[in-house]
């Protein structure tokens, strides 16, 4: 995997790979896309450091601790949004019933938790791709 | 009331023989407590609790049940007070005592029940507790013995079951309070009675389900056997009187013609019984094979249906009971003193134990029928059903089965006290001779034997007695519709 | 006649069925783990992409909503759903990869009829 | 006209999935289910399914196929 | 309804909510992580109780997500059949999770332990939500979700048995997620709807339409769900999955999960399928037989085990069926019994996988013909050994009893006598398989030879409280029996 083309070619390409995973991401309410996709597209980006480059690269840009740790925090975020709904007298994860402040349509900050949401979830999609990459390359755990 | 079960206690030994001798006894009295209270013809239906809806856990207190209680408690009594001694040196005496109180308690239970389920319930509970009695010894041939017990018992279980379970499906009720649960004959119901005829014939060692019996019985310690023999085979031929009078009703099944099947395999029963035994070298299974064919006197009163017929069957429960526990007791002492089992053996030995082999030559003289034993009065009056019943061949195979009696019982008897031992002068006899210098079994032991020894006497000499006019009011009342 | 016509209509069903037959025949008779997973993914695939012909009418377009509201959309909640299903379907894959690998180490194959001969030959 | 393009789309994808059910060397295989991934997310697209389309081109063909090829490197290429 | 309002999803929420906290607090607080799945347990089993109640006095009501209502919305379902469903999820695998504490420690690895929290509260989270769900994509998901943990809690031992057999789980389970996911498409192309409730009313209709569609659904869904509860010849990797993984997830597996499938199978033929399909085609018919042979092979294999735990999981292919044929009857009574038969055979496989689990704890013994004279030197586990065995046998007094009863009970009510003798033949093979067992390990002459650790107090604990209950349920079932004719009502 020490190929030089390769190398210089990711180094290149993975900024604008993860600007556009976190593009995905935030405007999934908008756009085609959304979290899943984002968040796989974020996570691939830095496996692709890890594989073109060296593991010990790729787990410089993301230490595993960091991302087990996100990729739980993701979920629970996950869950907590839709808690707050309750708290805040709706349905389990209901939006605007539940007081989420909403934009105009068409805006970045329309959609109230979605947002949120969204954002939790490409979170733990990008953390978890990057430990399971790990977890299969480096097969211990 | 209802025979309280009541654990031994581990703590020491005298404790525990004595705790069990007066559980035997307190349920004992309180079983006879009853009595004015059922020969005034009262009875008693009582619901514990509810299992299901329309299933619950009754008792059940009339003529028939408290003959059956009050006879199993006395017999247990007994025996438990010949356990005492029987027992001393043999293992696991802590295990023993609870199980066999136990055991009475649900055989209590059984002849308490107040439907099809709580009996059902107090059966199974008697014969996988008795399962421990069975393989007391704990060897190789009486694991084998247990666990053919223990299969069949599951298959008469699983037998009755099903046939409980149709009763309920096409009665509604399993209560043994309401009278006759079953009024048309259909498929069904035919299979119900099978069911229950597998079922508690199992139990009652009915041909051709008695395999697991002359197995079963010789290797358990003698005071269970007699237990076994004496008590337990009851509670299957008390199942199948409860059936056939408050599920069925007699007339339905004498229209249908069930009790033929009844018949033929008591038939069957009492003569195939018989002559195996003949063929038994082992005094204890003899005598197990003997109780199949008493058992099958039973099973044959029962088919016959009426009043002579079912008074000499009740009463043979009571003689049987007395009878069988005798032989076996005393089947016992000799295998406790000498540790002889094999009938050539036991050659002279009256001599040695005349106490002993007295009850025993009493009893086997009850056995085939002589009088005044109280075998021949209740022979007597299952031939007179027969005869009212118009069938003379059942009074023959009586009079064959008795003729068998003599022929596999006075060989026991009768070398014991008139041949010395050894007088074949076969090699291998002369060893015993020295064992042959036995004392007497314990004085417990005797009182025991000879107290049942008495019962024989008295309940054969006096037509009149307790047990007979019991008898008699039982299959009164039964015929007259059973319960109200 | 008919029928042809019938299978000509609903070629995006045909295709999905065939697809899911050769991946559940793939996946059920190789003996190769790895060849097992991935056409368990074509097996799932296949019935994504049914659900989704399944919304599409003729000639809609993409529900996201503009200016224009006259357009035919095509039905949103299949897409929702199998967005949903590809995740889980990526979820069992890694899953599995790594069980592969796992037992890799153990029996040093990941052919499952060498893995049963190493069984049955302990 | 576009129908014709899903046809010969369609038929691609059936070509993936037997070649990848035949082909012996894993690692081509996986190849092969990638194209058949990207396939997919075309087919997808022209089924008015964006987003999925989207999901399937970034999980179903690139992290799958990462992903297995990180377990083929692990173990063995043949079958 | 105030609160309880949201209890239905709650009960999924809170324990997700653990499982991704756990991990977290096995890392930096240690000693937190199993007394917050342990609490979530215990939260989640009162608000199931305190729902049930709710539910009885108000009867059946939705729950919609994100206040989004159907046919588009997710929706959950809380009705008193769901809920005493429920109650047996949480508190069977809230008992099962009070043994794993003690037994894990021995059988993983302290490293994963965090992670066997995670997995298994997703697991207790997920069937949960299947038992709650009244919508078939969500269904789906939750299933591949309690797919997944169900397999990982098997690999989580990291032996080779232990791998291969979730290998060999996934694969199968992968299958039957297959195929269910396209029998959902198959109704979602005839109707439109995937909402349970929705799809019962329009399939009426679109019944006349599109039948082919409908059967080749409803075909799909028993092989689905045939695959993943191990109905007869589906059942192909549920003896190595269950025997090999640690003991906790064994019980939880043989007693939970397969049943959850079976249930989810139950709620398809009466609340999706209208009675018109399933009249049409004999797809009950189809389940009962293969039910009935289910219960006579999977006792048959049993007896040939020679590996205890192998022989429990052959156990629950037998008892699985039971339940299956509670479902086929179409018969009140016979989803009585087969309720009932849930909730026993829970307790009762659980139990006896953790005496299976006690036994390879303290003497490390795995093989049936090494437990002789076991008895003397673990009596409790020995006793409670026993009475599971009675139960699974039906002897009076035990739980078993009642839900044979029932399903006898209605065998003849709708007169087919010939299950009856299935039932009790069946019976009788269980018999044969576990009485000489409990007669060697009580009754064997030598003394058991072996070294034999302790049993810790905890698990002789859990083991008393499985006997009371299977004593329990022989005797006093009328609650709940009652609740369940009730429920059952509901779909005649």
Known sequence: MEDQIARITSRLVVPFIQVYGIYIILHGHLSPGGSFSGGAIFGASLVLVALSFNLEAGSKQIPHNTASILESGGALGYIITGLVAIAMGGYYLSNKAAGFPMGEAGSLFSAGAIFIITIFVGIKVASTIVTLFYYIIEGEK | MTPVIMYSCRASDKLRNTLAVATAAITFILTLSLYRFVVGGGEIQLTLFEVLPNLEISMRLDLLSFCLAALASFIWLLCTIYSIDYMAKEHACGRYYPVLIFTLGSCQGIFFAGDLFSLFVFFELMSLIAYILVIHEETEEALKAGYKYLVMTIIGGLALFFGMIIVFELGGTVSLGVGVILHETSLLALLAFICFLIGFGMKAGMFPLHVWLPDAHPVAPSPASALLSGVMLKTGAYGLIRVIFHVFSPEMLQAAGWNNILAVLAVITILLGSAVALTQTDIKRRLAYSSISQLGYVLLGLSILNNNAITGAVFHIFSHAFMKSILFLAAGAIIWKTGLRVIADLKGIGRQMPVTMGCFSVAALAMIGIPPLNGFLSKWTLAMGALDAQMPLYVLVLLVSSLLNALYYLPIVIPAFFEMPGDNNHDHHDDHELEFNVQEATPRMLTVMIILALFTFIFGLTPNNIAFSLARATAEFLLLGGAF | METLQGIIDNYYYMVAIILFVIGMYTMLTHSNMIKKVIAMNIMDASVFLMFVAVGYAHGSQAPIIRDNAEILYANPLPGALILTGIVVAVSVTAYALSLIVKIYRYYDTCDYDEICDIRSQE | ?79 | MGFTVHFPVLIVVVMFFTAFISPLLYRWARKLAAPAVLSALVAALVMAAALLIQVQQTGTYYYHMGGWPPPWGIEFKADPLRLYILLVVISVSLWIFIYALRDLGHELKTRVIGWYYTLYSVLVGSMAGIVLTNDLFNLFVLMEICAISACAIISIKEDRECLEASFKYLILSAMGTGCFLLGVVMLYMATGYLNYGYLYQALVEAFNFYPLNIFTAAALFIVAFGTKAALFPLHVWLPDAHASAPSPSSAMLSGLVIKIYAFALFLMFYEVFPRVVLEAIPLSEIVLWLAALGSMFGSIYAMLQTDLKKMLAYSSIGQIAYIFMGIGFHHSLALVGGFYHIMVHAVTKAMLFMVAGVIIYSTGVRKIDQLAGIGRVLPVTMVAFTIGSASMVGIPGTGGLISKWYLALSALEIGRPIFVLVILASSLLNAIYYMPIVINAFMHQDEFKKEVKPVPPVMQFCMVVGMVFIIIFGFFSKPVVTLLEQAAALFF
């Open chain 4, 1 to 79: 006209m576009i129908d014709i393009l899903n046809i010969l789309l369609l038929l691609f994808l059936i070509v993936c999935a037997v070649g990848v059910a035949y082909i012996r060397d894993l690692l081509s295989a996986v190849i092969l289910f990638s194209s058949f991934g990207l396939i997919m997310a075309i087919i997808w697209q022209q089924l008015s399914a964006p987003d999925v389309a989207m999901v399937e081109a970034a999980l179903g063909t690139g992290v799958i196929s990462l992903l297995l090829i990180a377990a083929i490197s692990k173990t063995r290429r043949t079958e």
